[in-house]
């Protein structure tokens, strides 16, 4: 019973959608193809065609006119510097360093080389020979001598003259200390030595009698005032 319901609705609903889709084809698809199909050719031959073209006539305009000319006359200005500028230049350039080196510079150092060697052989060898033999001279025959005469001089002067100078000063000053010391010892035992031993015999010997007596009374005395003083401070 469904089917029977079902199917009529189905064929219905697939014709709706056949007669769309063939309705679309028509009045869409193949309109819209069409009118991209017009729309490239028209693009194609109004605007790629003629802007190409276009390009190309410029291209070969400024190839022609402007390029080609610019590299002509930058060749030939090139061209015209390098024959008429840069190689005379050049030309010149090397004759005079030519010359300069020919002229100035080989002659120069000719002159310098010769003026070293005559320096060399005229001046500087004959002036170290000569200061070689005057110091030669001034050693052998002057110092040399020099210092064996100074040496046998001061040799003369230690053997005559100081050495025996020396003994004679030595000797005097022997002379001399032992009479200061005997006059030293003879003072001491005339000042000092006899003194002391004459207060010794005195300390030696016995006291005189008055002196005795005379310490006895002090004595006394001096117990009698402290026995005084004891008593008047013991009744005090």
């Known amino acids: 019973a469904w089917c029977r319901v079902l199917m009529p609705l189905v064929a219905w609903a697939w014709r709706r959608v056949q007669a769309a889709l063939e309705w679309a084809w028509r009045f869409v698809l193949v309109p819209t193809a069409r009118g991209v199909r017009a729309a490239k050719r028209f693009v194609w031959r109004f605007v790629l065609v003629p802007t190409a073209t276009g390009v190309s006539a410029t291209t070969d305009f400024v190839w022609r006119r402007a390029l080609v000319p610019a590299a002509r006359g930058a060749q030939a200005v090139a061209h015209f510097s390098w024959h008429r500028i840069l190689v005379p230049t050049a030309q010149a350039v090397q004759a005079a360093l030519e010359?300069?080196?020919?002229?100035?510079?080989?002659?120069?150092?000719?002159?310098?080389?010769?003026?070293?060697?005559?320096?060399?052989?005229?001046?500087?060898?004959?002036?170290?020979?000569g200061a070689q033999a005057?110091?030669?001279?001034?050693?052998?025959?002057?110092?040399?001598?020099?210092?064996?005469?100074?040496?046998?001089?001061?040799?003369?002067?230690?053997?005559?003259?100081?050495?025996?100078?020396?003994?004679?000063?030595?000797?005097?000053?022997?002379?001399?200390?032992?009479?200061?010391?005997?006059a030293s010892a003879a003072a001491v035992r005339l000042l000092l030595v006899a003194p002391f031993k004459r207060c010794l015999r005195v300390l030696q010997?016995?006291?005189?009698?008055?002196?005795?007596?005379?310490?006895?009374?002090?004595?006394?005395?001096?117990?009698?005032?402290?026995?005084?003083?004891?008593?008047?401070?013991?009744?005090c």
Do not use: K, M, Y
């Open 134 to 182: 005057a110091a030669h001279f001034s050693w052998h025959r002057v110092l040399v001598p020099t210092a064996n005469a100074a040496r046998a001089t001061a040799l003369l002067l230690w053997r005559r003259v100081l050495v025996p100078t020396a003994s004679v000063v030595a000797c005097a000053i022997g002379r001399v200390g032992r009479a200061v010391g005997n």
């Open 205 to 235: 010997a016995p006291p005189p009698p008055w002196l005795v007596a005379a310490l006895h009374a002090i004595r006394r005395s001096a117990e009698r005032l402290l026995r005084r003083l004891w008593l008047a401070l013991s009744a």
């Open 99 to 129: 010359w300069v080196w020919r002229f100035v510079l080989v002659p120069a150092a000719n002159g310098v080389r010769a003026a070293t060697d005559f320096a060399w052989r005229r001046v500087l060898v004959p002036a170290a020979r």
